[in-house]
């Protein structure tokens, strides 16, 4: 049985469909479930071996980047989110996922408490770059990073808020991935948003602001991030 995958739509997401595909060349079984089924209960988004947040622009990024959809998470999806936690069901987020994670605070594991966020790139802009060099850190208890600990990536970047910016000292997630440090500088234009972080992780949960889903084939210029997706199959099969 290829285990079942979960990858969230909502108005403006637009990497659902490339994610289902790198989670089906993993081994999983993606099902894309749409925001209005989830709010009918004709979808339960916690009935899965996994979770997946995907990039794009939900609710068009109206206010900030993630942040409509993340009082969805703590409100209206709210028991749906804390069945997922009880139930320590891997969860991805990748780009506008990461971004998701983040403002409702279960990237930290404290739905409705944030202790970072997503904040505007240096730059002010949005900054689309096809190859960026980024380098995983295995960080206890997760998934998505086991094996991974040094490993470089060649990955897509396309995002206009992923600066990380933590609340308070004790933020409850750790470094997953980072940037290639250019002589120690993470200064922008040394990384795409001034920050040296690529990725957090706290416990299962998994943020990404690179889009793994864009190398999963050497067609697509190789096939990095692909071991991400078959990390996250193969710990639940």
């Known amino acids: 049985m290829r285990p079942w995958v979960n990858i969230f739509w909502g108005p403006g997401t637009n990497c659902h469909r490339e994610t289902a595909y790198a989670f089906k060349l993993a081994g999983g079984d993606p099902h894309i479930v749409l925001r209005n089924r989830a709010i009918s209960g ?3 988004l916690s009935d899965c071996d996994l979770f997946c947040l995907p990039g794009g ?24 989110m804390l069945a997922l936690m009880e139930k320590k069901i891997p969860i991805l987020g990748i780009c506008n996922g990461m971004q998701d994670l983040a403002a409702s605070g279960l990237l930290n594991g404290e739905l409705g408490r944030p202790t970072v966020l997503m904040d505007t790139n240096e ?5 689309h770059w096809q190859n960026e060099k980024i380098v995983i850190h295995h960080c206890l208890g997760s998934i998505w990073t086991e094996g991974l600990d040094g ?39 040394n990384s795409p948003n001034g920050s040296l972080i690529a990725g957090l992780s706290h416990g299962v949960i ?18 990095d991030g692909l071991r991400i997706f078959q990390n996250g199959v193969n710990a639940v099969k």
């Open 42 to 44: 004709k979808d339960t």
């Open 57 to 80: 622009f939900i609710d068009g990024d109206h206010i900030r980047s993630g942040f409509i959809m993340a009082l969805d998470m703590v409100n209206r999806f709210r028991d749906q």
């Open 123 to 127: 730059s002010t802009r949005f900054e």
């Open 151 to 189: 490993v470089e990536m060649l990955l897509p970047v396309a995002h206009g808020e992923g600066r990380p910016v933590f609340l308070n000292q004790q933020a409850n997630c750790v470094i997953a991935a980072t940037y290639h440090s250019y002589e120690g500088d993470s200064g922008y234009p």
């Open 206 to 223: 998994f943020g990404l602001m690179p889009h793994p889903e864009r190398r999963v084939e050497k067609r697509q210029g190789g096939t």
